[in-house]
């Protein structure tokens, strides 16, 4: 079957962006926890924990898709969902500087997976255009 060029212009990126999200938001987090460790730390409320948990999800799994791509982007794909879930129950700020910064801190996540996702479609196109032609 012969490679098709674009699709490790499409993976790389996607590897690339994936893991410079997740490591920034590991950054953030880790930064955050240490900042707090000085003061005396309030409990964590129940929807912080609901919010962090497909955050996690996502670290996971934008790491994983390193070594396999599919469940890798799968996960981050789900826990992208769950997280968007999770901020239409919840309650936040409806004003339009928050809803633009949602939305590019929304697409910075989202384009990993997107990029996977494009990524499978080139393989799986040429994958049936080679059965088709031999």
Request: charge should be positive; glycine fraction near 8%.
């Amino acid at each position: 079957m012969p490679d098709n060029e674009a699709i490790p212009f499409v993976r790389w990126p996607a590897r690339v962006f994936g893991v410079l999200v997740a490591g920034f938001f590991l950054f953030m987090f880790i930064g955050e926890t240490f900042e707090r460790r000085h003061a005396p730390s309030p409990a964590i409320e129940p929807m912080t924990v609901v919010k962090l948990i497909p955050a996690f999800a996502y670290v996971i799994g934008m790491f994983l898709a390193l070594k396999w791509e599919r469940a890798g982007a799968k996960l981050g794909a789900a826990s992208l969902g769950l997280l968007a879930i999770g901020l239409f129950v919840s309650p936040v700020r409806r004003d339009a500087l928050a809803a633009l910064w949602l939305g590019i801190v929304g697409l910075t996540f989202s384009l990993p997976v997107i990029l996977y996702g494009l990524c499978w479609w080139l393989e799986d196109r040429d994958r049936k255009l080679y059965r088709a032609g031999s």
